[in-house]
């Protein structure tokens, strides 16, 4: 289920996490070659993608 992206934070590690519109979180690594986010290490990278959404797995899960 797709669900907008209302904020950042990082966890413990120092990885960025994406807070949901739902209220779930899920990481948004920058770890290439699996995973190209070169935004997400920059304040103005992620400010430009508060709205963009992503897949839920949470929400999909619990419709299940």
Do not use: S, Y
Request: aromatic share 6%; charged share 30%; hydrophobic share 40%.
């Amino acid at each position: 289920m797709r669900r907008a992206i209302v904020g950042f934070r990082q966890d413990a590690a120092g990885d960025w996490i994406a807070d949901l519109a739902c209220g779930h979180v899920q990481h948004v690594r920058h770890d290439p070659p699996f995973q190209a986010r070169p935004w997400v290490l920059t304040e103005a990278g992620r400010h430009a993608r508060l709205g963009l959404e992503l897949d839920c797995k949470k929400c999909d899960a619990a419709e299940a």
